[in-house]
C-alpha cells in the first residue's frame, strides 16, 4: 500500500528515483513514422521565435548569461567598427513583462526587448571568433535520437564541432555531448543544450553549406541570449544596454527583429490627443 511504500522510502529501503540527464528528442520533435531517408528530409529553414509565455527565468540564470558576454566582451583585442546609438546613455525607467526595458532619451520613450538585445550581442562575439574555444561539461549530456533525427545530426555534426561541441555516438540511437563553446558560458541547465539541437532539428536539411555555419551561429545566440519572462535589476538593464551599444548593429536582432522601439515626444502626444505645447 502507499503508507507501506512511505514508510520504506522514510526508512531508506526503497531507493529514491532520480531523474537523468539523458533527453529524449522524439518526444517534442519528428515522430518515427516521418520518412527517414536523406531524400525525404526537409530543407525548410523556419524563424526562431521566442516565446512569450509565463516562463519566468531564474535569477541565477539571467546573471550567468549577462556575465558571459560581457566577459567575451572584455576579452575580444580586435574591437570592430561600432553604430553609435546612445542606447547606453538612455535613462532606465524600469522593466515591462520580464521583457521590454522601458527607458528615456531626449527623443521620448525608448522600448527595447532584453531577448533581442543580448541576441545580438551574443551573435556578434559567437560569429567573430575565427578560432572557437571550449569548455568541457561537468556532466555530459546524452541525448536520445529518432532515425531522422540522428540523420540531421550527422549532417551538422562537423559544423557543431567548428564551433566548439564535442559530440560522439553512444549505442546506436544516442549521443553523448561533452563540450561546449566557451562563449555559452557555464551550462548549468542542459535545456540550453536540447533547446539549440531541437531548432536545428526543426530547421531540417540546409542546401547551402556556405551559410550553415552562420545559421548555427544565430541559433547559438538565440539558445544563450537571456529569455523573455527574466526579471532583471536595474545593474542588469543597464549591463545589456552598455554592451549593445558596443555591437555593429544595435538595431536588429540577427533574425531582423528590432532590438528597440522609440516612441518620440510627437507620437506621444498624438496617442494622448494632445495639440497644445
Not at 136 to 155: A, C, Y
Not at 156 to 183: A, D, K, M, R
Not at 199 to 225: N, Q
Request: charged letters at 30%; glycine letters at 4%.
Amino acid at each position: 500500500t502507499a503508507a507501506v511504500e512511505q514508510t520504506l522510502k522514510q526508512e531508506k529501503l526503497v531507493p529514491e528515483v532520480k531523474p537523468s540527464r539523458t533527453m529524449t528528442m522524439q518526444s517534442s520533435l519528428a515522430s518515427p513514422e516521418k520518412p527517414t531517408s536523406k531524400e525525404h528530409i526537409s530543407s525548410e529553414s523556419p524563424v526562431i521565435r521566442e516565446s512569450t509565455s509565463n516562463y519566468t527565468a531564474p535569477p541565477r540564470d539571467t546573471q550567468r548569461r549577462l556575465k558571459s558576454s560581457e566577459r567575451a566582451l572584455a576579452e575580444e583585442k580586435a574591437q570592430p567598427e561600432r553604430v553609435e546609438s546612445g542606447v547606453s546613455d538612455a535613462r532606465i525607467l524600469g522593466q515591462v513583462n520580464d521583457l521590454y526595458i522601458v527607458a528615456e532619451t531626449d527623443e521620448g520613450l525608448l522600448l527595447i526587448d532584453q531577448h533581442a538585445a543580448h541576441e545580438r550581442i551574443m551573435y556578434e562575439q559567437i560569429s567573430r571568433r575565427v578560432k572557437h574555444d571550449w569548455q568541457e561539461l561537468i556532466s555530459p549530456v546524452t541525448v536520445d535520437l529518432t532515425t531522422r533525427e540522428k540523420v540531421l545530426l550527422e549532417e551538422y555534426i562537423p559544423y557543431l564541432e567548428n564551433l566548439g561541441f564535442s559530440l560522439s555516438e553512444f549505442g546506436t540511437q544516442t549521443y553523448v555531448i561533452t563540450t561546449v563553446p566557451t562563449v555559452m558560458g557555464k551550462i548549468e541547465d542542459p535545456s540550453v543544450v536540447y533547446d539549440l539541437l531541437a531548432d536545428l532539428f526543426a530547421r531540417g536539411r540546409v542546401k547551402e553549406k556556405k551559410g550553415m555555419e552562420d545559421m548555427l551561429c544565430k541559433t547559438m545566440a538565440c539558445r544563450s541570449a537571456i529569455k523573455a519572462g527574466a526579471p532583471c535589476n536595474m545593474e542588469q538593464m543597464q549591463n545589456l544596454l552598455d554592451q549593445l551599444e558596443k555591437t555593429e548593429n544595435p538595431y536588429t536582432c540577427p533574425h531582423g527583429r528590432p532590438t528597440m522601439i522609440t516612441l518620440g515626444k510627437a507620437e506621444l502626444d498624438k496617442l494622448f490627443k494632445r495639440t497644445g505645447v
